[in-house]
């Protein structure tokens, strides 16, 4: 990784002037490096001397100097300026830049994984739908993030653990049985009504009629009870085959009615009140977590003597925390912005860091079609589902523009029309393209009798077309791109590099002919092509997306 390989080398230079005493000795700051703004200031640029000079008791300029003059002795740099108050500007020598090409190919599927901070082993929650009906397109967006950003947590060296909650219980579940014992009775020729404020949708007639052809009349008898287990397994099949179809998979599914019978709400209950942060009122009991930044107090159990669902919220926490996760994520959806106050204040009534603890909050879907609205279905005219729009777009168009999004607490536009084009407007066909294209060169290539060589023995060196310099740049800077994406759960920061690195390929490609009369640039050209095959195929694979070889 060049960021880290220049961050151990400014470490290296600072240690050598505290050793010659140039540089009081002193504890450093992080090394943060970016790509300067301006090619002509060179590849990489560190603020690090203004971050470090008060540590040390110097000017930043002063500082500057001393790390610069001992960079300069490096084989890694080829060069290194002092700029301003004390901005470090380096250059790569061109053999370690042109090295990275073969750094690639030695790490083929691995290229882009790194362990960059300190291994935990992590739950992502995420989708957590009612099993009352189909999937919207919220719960389509929110699969693709949360697992794109298990995804990157595994890329960074961490143990990740897929969990889906099933929110079976309570009233909406007891509504959903009585709806689908009506329907089902309804189909079968019987006089029946769904209940008022109950499930409506063309899903149930379906779903009724599913039941009929499976069980014919046998359950005309059965209680709202059964029609609700059965509803509640048939729609979690389902859920759970659309989550499949766009590669979404979990290692646990986390039934909430579970959480009751097994008595764990009435345990977490018990174990708040052990806290001390607990009282009655109204005859409810109320946990009190406006002690811990929360707007009010909260009911954990109502008059009733019923526990609140906040109290599930609770237990289920309790019930994550005993699994042995060091972090927790929670993703949720945009009616949940409310909770996550209330969820925190809980977690630290029990005593525990709710710096373990993450919340992110993903906003809904606004479907378009040439830049129109989408608001109902084409086959039921209701709202679109998201299994219709990946029957329509495609698995891997659809993940790509959910994961596009600057940030999931945001609505998100996804146009139809331009998703399906097959053209350089649509970002994934861009970068799908490229990858393509590749394949048809390196194909080539073979047709000309032309195979790539080791790269142990191809002289990289002469990659030195500007186009062909800036296509190794980027490459070399996935495995940062992943570990910053991964620590800021940022997915999109992925799509961002496949499109810069796809551009940077078609530049190359119109401006360096890969086979040439020259054997020994062919070579240098063609396995320049193929890291980047590999860069484009990793960047896919993070996000969970084919990387075609022709289109």
Not at 115 to 136: C, I, Y
Not at 139 to 166: K, P, S
Not at 383 to 405: H, M, N, P
Request: proline share 4%; aromatic share 8%; net charge negative.
């Amino acid at each position: 990784m060049i960021q880290t390989l220049l961050a151990d080398a400014i470490a290296r230079a600072v240690a050598d002037a505290q050793a010659a005493g140039a540089v009081p000795h002193f504890e450093m700051p992080p090394v943060e490096l970016s790509r300067p703004k301006v090619p002509e200031h060179g590849d990489w640029s560190s603020q690090i001397a203004l971050a470090a000079a008060k540590r040390a008791g110097m000017k930043p300029r002063d500082l500057a100097n001393e790390i610069a003059g001992r960079m300069a002795e490096m084989k890694e740099i080829a060069a290194v300026e002092v700029a301003g108050p004390g901005f470090l500007n380096f250059r790569l020598s061109h053999a370690t830049l042109t090295g990275i090409v073969g750094e690639v190919q030695e790490a083929g599927a691995n290229w882009g994984r790194s362990r960059t901070e300190p291994a935990e082993r992590v739950q992502v929650e995420f989708v957590s739908a009612n099993p009352t009906g189909p999937l919207h397109l919220g719960h389509g967006r929110w699969a693709v993030v949360g697992d794109a950003i298990a995804t990157l947590l595994e890329a960074t060296g961490h143990r990740v653990e897929r969990e889906f909650y099933i929110n079976d219980f309570g009233n909406q579940m007891q509504l959903f049985g009585e709806s689908l014992r009506a329907r089902y009775l309804q189909e079968n020729g019987r006089d029946a009504d769904v209940p008022e404020g109950g499930y409506q949708g063309a899903y149930m007639r379906e779903l009724a009629q599913e039941l009929l052809r499976e069980r014919g009349a046998e359950l005309a008898d059965a209680g709202a009870d059964v029609f609700r287990e059965i509803g509640r397994d048939h729609m979690l099949t389902h859920q759970r085959a659309v989550l499949e179809r766009i590669g979404v998979r979990f290692d646990v599914w986390f039934s909430e009615t579970e959480l009751h019978r097994a008595g764990d709400v009435t345990h977490g209950i018990e174990q708040v009140k052990q806290h001390g942060h607990v009282y009655e009122a109204d005859g409810a009991v109320w946990l009190r977590t406006t002690d811990f930044g929360d707007d009010k107090d909260r009911v954990i159990v109502r008059e009733s003597g019923e526990p609140t669902y906040f109290a599930a919220d609770i237990a289920y926490y309790l019930s994550k925390k005993s699994r042995g996760f060091d972090r927790l994520i929670y993703l949720w959806g945009a009616d949940h912005h409310g909770y996550v106050a209330r969820v925190r204040a809980a977690i630290q009534c029990l005593g525990d860091d709710p710096g373990t603890v993450e919340f992110l909050i993903g906003q809904l879907v606004n479907l378009k079609r040439s830049g129109q609205p989408v608001r109902m279905s084409k086959r039921t005219g209701e709202l679109v589902t998201f299994e219709e729009l990946v029957d329509e777009v495609g698995s891997d168009a659809t993940r790509y523009t959910l994961l596009r999004q600057l940030s999931i607490d945001t609505p998100l536009d996804f146009d139809i029309d331009l998703v399906v084009q097959r053209s350089q407007d649509n970002p994934v066909f861009y970068v799908q393209y490229a990858h393509a294209r590749i394949c048809s060169i390196i194909g080539y290539a073979r047709d000309q009798g032309v195979e790539s060589a080791p790269v142990a023995n191809v002289d990289l060196e002469r990659l030195s077309h500007p186009s062909e310099l800036e296509l190794v740049r980027k490459i070399g800077a996935l495995p940062d791109v992943v570990a910053t994406a991964g620590r800021m759960r940022a997915p999109h920061r992925l799509t961002n590099f496949a499109e810069e690195l796809a551009g940077l390929f078609h530049a190359f490609y119109r401006d360096c002919r890969v086979v040439t009369d020259d054997g020994s640039l062919t070579q240098a050209r063609l396995h320049l092509s193929i890291s980047t095959k590999i860069t484009l195929a990793n960047v896919l694979a993070f996000l969970g997306v084919t990387a075609p070889e022709r289109m």
